[in-house]
Nanobody
Framework: QVQLVESGGGLVQAGGSLRLSCAAS????????MSWFRRAPGKEREFVAS????????DYADSVKGRFTISRDNAKNTMYLQMNSLRPEDTALYYC????????WGQGTQVTVSS
């Protein structure tokens, strides 16, 4: 059983930064690709970024390229999302996902960007 716990969300002004973390339980974290998704109020959940199991490959949604950086520390069973130059449209509930089977999801951490 894998459990994922996100943290690091909060309220920030436009142009500010936040760093999200996703801590995973279990010993399989380092074997699987991981992703960040988000869901804004009234919108569908959307892909934000992904990282391969080794960290050698990353991918980003066009809307966050150049502003967000995904990374992972397999020794700590933790994935990160560094978010810079935040915009009000980045306001959402951010989830992490572990790509094993049908996927494991965390409960999410709220990010609110004020204008």
């Amino acid at each position: 059983q894998v459990q994922l716990v996100e943290s690091g969300g909060g309220l920030v002004q436009a142009g500010g930064s936040l760093r999200l973390s996703c801590a995973a339980s279990g010993r399989t974290f380092s074997s699987y690709d991981m992703s960040w998704f988000r869901r804004a109020p009234g919108k569908e959940r959307e892909f934000v970024a992904s990282i391969s199991w080794s960290g050698s490959r990353t991918d980003y949604a066009d809307s966050v390229k150049g502003r967000f950086t995904i990374s992972r520390d397999n020794a700590k069973n933790t994935m990160y999302l560094q978010m810079n130059s935040l915009r009000p449209e980045d306001t959402a509930l951010y989830y992490c996902k572990l790509a094993r089977g049908l996927g494991y999801w965390g409960q999410g951490t709220q990010v609110t960007v004020s204008s």
